[in-house]
Every structure is written in C-alpha cells, then in structure tokens.
C-alpha cells in the first residue's frame, strides 16, 4: 500500500496517525469564524485538517494537537466531538 494513491479521491494525511488515506475515509475539520469546526461535507473553503474515522486515532489527534496547529485553531473540542461520532454507532 506505499506509492499508489487510488485514482479518483484525493489522499489526505490523517492527523493522528500521519497514514495517507482517502479523502471521504476522514473527517474534515476546517477554520471558520475563527473556530475549529467539523466541517462535515467539505464546504468551508480554508485550510482544513483531516483525521481517521476511528477513536483511536483522534485521540492521538488530541494529545499531538497537530489538528489545531496545522488550521491554526483549537481543534480539541472537535475533535472531542468526532470521537464521539466515530464510537457511537453501538446501538
Ligand atoms: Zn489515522
């Protein structure tokens, strides 16, 4: 899985674990009046980062605080908030 990247959805670095993945496997947060928002169908035009859609993963997002550093925001509570999202489908 090194080298390739698929043809038609562009590849984006998840913030946790620094793996390449598919743009619609993440979940994208971007910058938006100042804040770090979820930005769930990719509208808000600026600089966004992008995490594992899996717990673990944005945990570790959390505690490198790499998120927030590369949009420029506090992204924790996003974050937070996608973890949330990620586990929660144990109904
Ligand atoms: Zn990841």
Redesign the pocket.
């Known amino acids: 899985m090194t080298g390739k990247s698929p043809r038609r959805v562009p590849v984006r670095r998840?913030?946790?674990?620094?793996?390449g993945?598919p743009k619609d496997l993440?979940f994208r947060i971007a910058k938006s009046g100042g804040k770090a928002v979820y930005d769930e169908k990719c509208l808000i035009q600026s600089r966004g980062a992008y995490?594992?859609r899996?717990p673990?993963?944005?945990a570790?997002?959390i505690k490198t605080g790499r998120a927030g550093r590369s949009i420029g925001a506090d992204a924790s509570e996003v974050l937070a908030y996608l973890s949330v999202l990620a586990g929660g489908e144990n109904k």
């Open positions: 998840c913030t946790g674990c620094m793996n993945f993440l995490v594992c899996n673990r993963c944005i570790k997002a």
